[in-house]
């Protein structure tokens, strides 16, 4: 909580700093006081400059205040016009040429940016495809980049070269520095308007033919079966993912269906048609009557514009299961169907009483698993390799516990680090790591640290060669880190389902002390575990019974497979080409 605030001051603390350089700037210029004004007038572009770059939510504060960048920048030309008034004392009709190029750049900003508004909705993009192709598209003409990027309220920052001007013009006691810098920004923002207006008038009478039009026509003629539907944002795409394989092999006509432009382009590459229409009411009027089965990967409220849809079956599939209760929110009972990997998801919504009927829940085991080497299948000509791969710090304040990262991340990779004999560390942490919790971003760092000063990779694009690494970009894959990986250690997540595919010995730390057979019973993937305290006493321990092969767990973990995942025939694939068969069929 301590933490949470000192967050929030931090922000609050920032945008005050900014708003108060310019109120000081305002005065200094208003008093004629020429070091104070140049010294906040700086501030006070070297802090938009800053906050923009690391502090993109006091930005928002002061939006939402009402001190937004149009404010700020009026206060800071103000200014400007005030320190000359009263150090140069100009006669009237000069400083009303001063006033005058002032406003100028602001006149330019509004029409460029109302002009650069008409353009953009001259090509509406409805819908993004990818692997479909929707026949050529008339698009009516876009202005530069530079240009459109900053048309409208961006374009009155040109006005801080007003700002040495009217120092120079206070030193020099002539307002001549001042009128050639005002001068300088109406020529700039001349341009930029000059070139937004003629793209908009060569543009007239054009735009671009209804890309949701053609979206409609292909789903008519291609006719999907199955839809991958995924709402979430692109820091989440990851659920998303983890489906494509499965849902391509399946052997029937698919289409992925995203809602968010940002998860669009981080969406893994497919050979799937995809299909992304943001707004809602541009879904909503999609025909979507082929699709006999809908997928969703995660929980989220736009999932409600497909739930909407009465020809189909909806199905959670969700994005791993796990002991933590993501796995059961009661969410899930809006859905047809609720498909888990084995008896455990069954038997963990029975636990939980959320309101799932058991009748609804198929067990499909993990499509996903079928790239993951079972123990001995591939060759251990490689060094001794420990996978740490800890979940994220959850959406709750009040749990410590969460994740291991925080209270054991730097203890656990100390002790692996100065491991003998040595060993190869692969560090894989959660992909929304830190983005809750700043300490937990910070621990997160600090480990980065200590794995690159121990001459590992920091930023690891590949597994291959001895030496540690981190892994925190699309790929290496998890599973490809399991492949390399002799031994897991992890915290309650989908991870330590997914890791018992493989039949290697994993670790689960227990952060909170919970007894063991307390804490085995409350988690029942631990079950073939071994568990690690917050001391990290145990690890040595566990390091050389799993490099002798004087493994213990071996049955259990043979029989936690099943429990967790199913039986190994039929194969997951297949029982989930039979469940998609029998809702489209």
């Known amino acids: 909580m301590f933490g949470t605030l000192v967050q929030r001051f931090g922000v609050a603390a920032r945008g005050a700093l900014l708003v108060l350089s310019y109120l000081v700037a305002l005065v200094a210029g208003g008093f004629g006081v020429v070091w104070l004004f140049a010294l906040a007038g700086t501030a006070a572009v070297l802090g938009e400059f800053a906050v923009i770059r690391w502090s993109e939510p006091s930005l928002n504060l002061l939006e939402k205040v009402g001190l937004g960048r149009a404010y700020r920048q009026l206060t800071r030309d103000l200014a400007v016009v005030l320190l000359v008034l009263a150090a140069v004392r100009p006669d009237a009709p000069r400083a009303l040429v001063l006033t005058v190029l002032v406003a100028a ?38 202005p530069p980049w530079w240009a459109a990027g900053v048309a409208g309220e961006r374009l009155p920052f040109l006005n801080i070269l007003l700002i040495p001007g009217a120092v120079a013009a206070a030193v020099v006691d002539d307002i001549a520095p001042a009128l050639l810098a005002g001068a300088v920004a109406v020529l700039a923002s001349a341009v930029v308007g000059l070139v937004v207006a003629l793209t908009w008038l060569r543009g007239r009478g054009s735009g671009q033919s209804g890309s949701l039009s053609a979206v409609q026509r292909w789903l008519d003629t291609d006719r999907p079966e199955v839809a991958l539907y995924f709402a979430g944002p692109a820091k989440d795409v990851y659920q998303a993912n983890m489906w494509l394989a499965p849902v391509e092999a399946l052997g ?14 981080e969406l893994a590459d497919t050979r799937l048609p995809v299909i992304c229409v943001p707004a809602s009411v541009d879904f909503m009027n999609l025909e979507l009557g082929s699709i006999r089965a809908a997928l969703y990967a995660a929980n989220v409220g736009t999932n409600i514009h497909m739930l909407r849809e009465p020809g189909m079956k909806h199905v959670f599939v969700g994005h791993g299961d796990s002991d933590k209760q993501a796995s059961v929110n009661p969410y899930s009972k809006v859905y047809d169907e609720v498909w888990v990997a084995g008896l455990a998801g069954r038997e963990r919504y029975a636990r939980a009483g959320v309101g799932v009927r058991d009748d609804d829940i198929v067990e499909i085991g993990r499509p996903q698993l079928a790239g993951v080497h079972t123990f001995g299948a591939e060759s251990t000509d490689r060094p001794f390799t420990v996978l740490y791969a800890p979940t994220w710090e959850g959406w709750l304040d009040d749990d410590p516990y969460h994740t291991s990262l925080v209270l054991m991340g730097e203890r656990i990779v100390k002790n692996l680090l100065a491991s003998r ?43 291959d060669g001895p030496g540690h690494r981190v892994v925190t970009g699309r790929t290496p894959a998890l599973f490809d880190c399991f492949n390399q990986s002799d031994l897991l250690i992890s915290d309650v997540s989908s991870v330590v389902s997914d890791f018992v595919q493989s039949q290697r010995p994993y670790v689960v730390a227990n952060p909170s002390g919970l007894p063991e057979d307390e804490f085995r019973r409350t988690f029942p993937t631990s079950r073939a575990a071994y568990l690690l305290s917050a001391d990290c006493g145990e690890l040595e321990k566990i390091l050389a019974l799993t490099r002798a092969g004087d493994d213990p767990m071996t049955e259990a973990r043979r029989e936690l497979k099943t429990y967790l995942l199913g039986p190994n025939e039929p194969n997951s694939m297949e029982r989930f080409r039979t469940e998609i068969g029998r809702l489209c069929d």
């Open 105 to 142: 750049v602001w006149v330019i900003a509004i029409f460029a940016g109302a002009l650069n508004t008409m353009i953009d909705r001259r090509n509406p993009v409805s819908a993004l495809v990818r692997n479909i192709d929707l026949g050529p598209a008339r698009s009516a003409p876009q």
């Open 252 to 265: 029937r006509r698919a289409v992925v269906l995203l809602r968010r432009r940002e998860a669009f382009q």
């Open 421 to 463: 004999p040595k060993v190869r560390l692969i560090y894989k942490p959660h992909p929304l790591t830190g983005a809750r919790s700043k300490q937990a971003k910070a621990v997160h760092e600090r480990v980065v640290r200590l794995i690159r000063a121990a001459g590992g990779d920091p930023a690891a694009s590949s597994l």
